[in-house]
Nanobody, 125 residues
Framework: QVQLVESGGGLVQAGGSLRLSCEASGRTFSSHTMGWFRQAPGKEREFVATVSWRDSSTNYANSVKGRFTISRDNAKNTVYLQMNNLKPEDTAVYYC??????????????????WGQGTQVTVSS
């Protein structure tokens, strides 16, 4: 039903910034929670941040709090992840995800029905 396409990944030096975008299409829900997750090689996919389509409330993993900002543009059906002060530990494939029922406190990958293909973020030291 919902298709998600991430973009904006790339290679950046530690301390630098990137902004990821996630465009949603085929959306049938008017109220939704969007999440960003990331997965490094050999690691489990982990929660990064969530935002509500309805009220812009947000939630962040402690590891990115104060450095990353999630936001959404309802008119464009797009969610963003502004990543500042990037660290090598942020290196991962970043995935956009969507659910129709959850709150921004849905931090488990199992709570999301739709996923993008991922975009690679590599942070060099």
């Amino acid at each position: 039903q919902v298709q998600l396409v991430e973009s904006g990944g790339g290679l950046v030096q530690a301390g630098g910034s990137l902004r990821l975008s996630c465009e949603a299409s085929g959306r049938t829900f008017s109220s939704h929670t969007m999440g960003w997750f990331r997965q490094a090689p050999g690691k489990e996919r982990e929660f990064v941040a969530t935002v509500s389509w309805r009220d812009s409330s947000t939630n962040y993993a402690n590891s990115v709090k104060g450095r990353f900002t999630i936001s959404r543009d309802n008119a464009k059906n797009t969610v963003y992840l502004q990543m500042n002060n990037l660290k090598p530990e942020d290196t991962a494939v970043y995935y956009c995800a969507a659910n129709a029922y959850g709150s921004v406190y849905a931090t488990s990958k199992f709570q999301y029905e739709y996923w993008g293909q991922g975009t690679q973020v590599t942070v060099s030291s």
